[in-house]
């Protein structure tokens, strides 16, 4: 990692959401008082799912002007925007659902098109309008939320993926050997180009990966999580006890 990374240790998963869904409001809460609206990039996967419902609940649901938040996704499974793996319909249960959000301001990842390159393609045109790029533009998140998988992956920048080595696109399609399963992601530029990088990661199974993540020899190939570093944004690791469990201290006071 170039800079030294930010990292926030809360004592519980319970703290860690409750402190996420706090600097979430206050971010949307900024970039909309300075820009009347707030982009954000949501994670796939569990931990953040009580950071989401946390948003769909008093005082956050309130404190959130809904009409001006314009929702996406990091990465995609797949699959039917109605079937269990889809990162977009758990976080439509958790919360889009039940927050007055205008329906043309959530945008998923098509992913009921006739191939995943075809998800892919059709995203970066939906980033490029959103975000009025020129050829060669990167989006440039308010938030980007991520999480870390077990042996580094992030969104769905898996390691020894081509995926990880694009420099030109915006949303890839890849295919994930591991899990026989074909995945759509938004690409490391994109994810760097973020205002503002908030990694959330929690339990004692992701202790060994984040110490390798954030304090090993840099080594993208094998943890895509270290090709996030935002040149001209904040990174910060919000992380429980139990996955800091393996950190130095130093790092922990960060
Ligand atoms: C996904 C996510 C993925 C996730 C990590 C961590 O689509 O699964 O984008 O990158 O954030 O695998 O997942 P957990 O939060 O479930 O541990």
Same mark, same amino acid.
């Given at each position: 990692m170039s800079a030294k990374p930010k990292v926030v240790v809360l004592p519980s998963p319970p703290k860690l959401s409750r402190e996420a869904a706090t600097r979430f409001q206050r971010l949307a809460s900024e970039s909309i008082a300075v820009a009347r609206r707030f982009s954000v990039a949501l994670s796939g996967g569990s931990t953040p799912l009580a950071l989401y419902r946390l948003l769909a609940e008093a005082p956050l649901r309130e404190a959130i002007d809904w009409s001006r938040v314009h929702l996406f996704w990091g990465d995609e499974r797949f699959? +039917?925007?109605?079937? +269990?793996?889809?990162n977009y319909g758990a976080a439509r249960e958790a919360f889009v659902s039940r927050v +007055?959000? +205008?329906?043309?301001n959530v945008h998923p990842i098509p992913t009921e098109v006739a191939d995943p390159e075809t998800a892919a393609t059709q995203y970066e045109d939906t980033l490029r309008r959103f975000f009025s790029l020129s050829e060669g533009d990167i989006p440039r998140f308010d938030l980007v939320l991520l999480g870390l998988g077990p042996e580094g992956h992030t969104a769905s920048l898996f390691p020894e993926s081509a995926a990880l080595d694009e420099h030109k696109r915006l949303v890839v399609a890849t295919f994930v050997s591991k899990l026989a399963a074909w995945r759509v992601t938004l690409t490391p530029p994109v994810l760097s180009s973020a205002r503002q990088v908030m990694f959330l990661v929690a339990g004692p199974d992701k202790a060994a990966v984040l110490r390798d993540v954030l304090e090993g020899p840099y080594d993208p190939h094998r943890l895509p999580a270290q090709l996030v570093r935002p040149p001209d944004g904040d990174l910060i690791w919000l992380v429980d006890e139990a996955a800091a469990s393996l950190l130095s201290a130093g790092l922990k006071g960060s």
């Open positions: 699959v +039917p925007l109605d079937h +269990p793996d889809s +007055p959000i +205008p329906a043309e």
